[in-house]
């Protein structure tokens, strides 16, 4: 019999290992090179397992990306909290936590990730809602042009930094977050 028929079935823990797994998997060779059985693998789980967690591949992508959302809003939330000055607040966040994820490079699950986001409607969906609903939220704060384009040019740093053969230098990354944030220090409209 094997390890995984013999264990205490905790489902909370198997289902954070699949994710886990898979976020690595598509951090490391794509999410093309993702399949149900490797990903199972690592895991330590049978397919079967993983199945009873995620219907299947797409299932699974659409999950882990959910997660790395789960993770990109608690990080923002955080930076918020530690951010005293109100306007442009949830913009600043925002910079911050992409230009984290920028130094990380493609070596980041979200680089596989939302290189398939813009090929996949159902990513693109999850990926929309997310934003609309931080928008919506913070629109007392974070809603001057001037604050949208620092976090649309956000986005494009970090995809400029994708694309790059060895991304972009450090020392303009920090030029370019620095002068992204003080975009984000003006007064919304009323």
């Known amino acids: 019999m094997s390890q995984a028929h013999r264990r205490e079935k905790q489902p909370e823990q198997v289902r954070r290992s699949i994710l886990d797994q898979a976020a690595r998997s598509a ?3 794509g999410l093309s090179a ?21 219907s299947s591949k797409q299932a699974l992508v659409e999950a882990v990306f959910a997660d790395l959302l789960a993770k ?17 607040r949830f913009t600043r ?23 398939s986001c813009m090929n996949d409607p159902k990513l693109r969906a ?18 001057h042009p001037a604050q949208q384009i620092a976090r649309y040019a956000a986005d494009g740093i970090w995809l400029a930094n ?23 220090e003006i007064e919304a409209p009323r």
Not at 34 to 53: C, D, E, N, P, Y
Request: aromatic share 6%; proline share 3%.
């Open 162 to 184: 994708l694309m790059e053969n060895n991304g972009v230098e450090p020392q303009d990354l920090e030029r370019l977050r620095m002068e992204l944030r003080k975009m984000t």
């Open 126 to 143: 999850l990926w929309s809602d997310w934003m609309r609903g931080r928008i919506e939220r913070h629109a007392d704060t974070d809603n």
């Open 34 to 54: 993702i399949t149900l059985q490797s990903v199972a693998a690592s895991a330590a789980v049978t397919k079967g397992g993983l199945l009873h967690h995620f």
């Open 93 to 115: 966040a925002y910079i911050e936590a992409f230009f984290q994820v920028t130094r990380e490079g493609a070596g980041s699950p979200w680089a596989a990730l939302s290189v």
């Open 27 to 29: 951090a490391e060779a």
């Open 72 to 88: 990109l809003d608690d990080e923002i939330d955080r930076l918020i909290e530690n951010d005293t000055a109100s306007p442009g």
